[in-house]
């Protein structure tokens, strides 16, 4: 197989973060000497993998197993070298991205520069479902939108804060929580542009909180996340079109959907029919 990814995200507008998925990638040495971004690879390959692999203040050789996980900080030195065909995921994470949600977090050091450290051959299955959903999304053409990719993206970027990085999680025991009139604000933006592709940082900003903010506290105060109450209110409006006469294919087009096939997957799971069979049997 060629030496070159199987997908990334490059084509798919995600803002903080590269995800690129490589399969049987032939044996070489890869070399950075000076990483721009915050780096995670999740070794993929079925079977293990005997590997090189030296960083700042790390040198060493071991075999890499499926789901080990290496993560490297910003400005470190990178080298593995591999004997046989390697799979694995490799997630690009920026640096403006994560000193951003530190501050937002208000977390102690928020608005420094965020360092990681360096691990190699990580167990973190955090780290692995996020990955595996943004990797399954790509795969699949991208349905979930960019509000999807975001939320998971910023979900990533707080785990890895407060798991690695040389921020510290907050110590008091006070939950921030959104005010009413914070999650009316948030609510109403949604409803009035349920038709357009919705981003966090918009539906933060109507809600007067910080993106990171908005994807942890959305949940309590409406019990779903922002893309699954997006996802779940134009299912909802697209239910009276269908009834007003509406064709299937406009319903569709009108909310947001990227095609039909993207309407009846979400329609099915949530009302339990397609929405043809929804018609029908409101008939």
Sequence with gaps: MPDTPIVTSDSFG???MRLSGWEGVSPQEAHEPVLAEHLIVIHMTPQPVQVFERADGYRGEGVARPGDINVFSAGDLSVCRWE????????????SLTNRVAEELELPGGGGAVDFGRHIRLNDERVMQVARWLYEDLRAGGPGGSLY?????????VHMLQR?????????????????????????????????????????????????????????????????????????RARDLLLAG??????????????????????????????????????
Aim: contains cysteine; proline residues 4%.
């Design 14 to 16: 995600w803002s903080g």
């Design 246 to 283: 509406r064709p299937v294919q406009d319903v569709a087009a009108s909310l947001g959907f990227s095609d039909q096939s993207h309407l009846n997957r979400h329609f099915k799971r949530i009302v339990g029919v397609t929405p043809g069979e929804f018609v029908r049997q409101c008939r």
């Design 149 to 157: 990719a975001e939320s998971m993206i910023r979900m990533l970027s």
């Design 84 to 95: 046989s065909e390697l799979s694995f995921l490799r997630l690009d994470l920026s640096p």
């Design 164 to 236: 690695y990085g040389a921020v510290s999680a907050r110590t008091d025991n006070q939950p921030l929580r959104l005010a009413r009139t914070q999650v009316d604000g948030a609510l109403q933006y949604i409803h009035a542009f349920l038709d357009r592709e919705l981003s966090l940082d918009a539906i933060a900003a109507a809600a007067h909180v910080s993106a990171s903010h908005l994807v942890r506290l959305f949940k309590q105060a409406t019990g779903l996340a922002p893309h699954q109450y997006v996802v779940r209110e134009r299912i909802r």
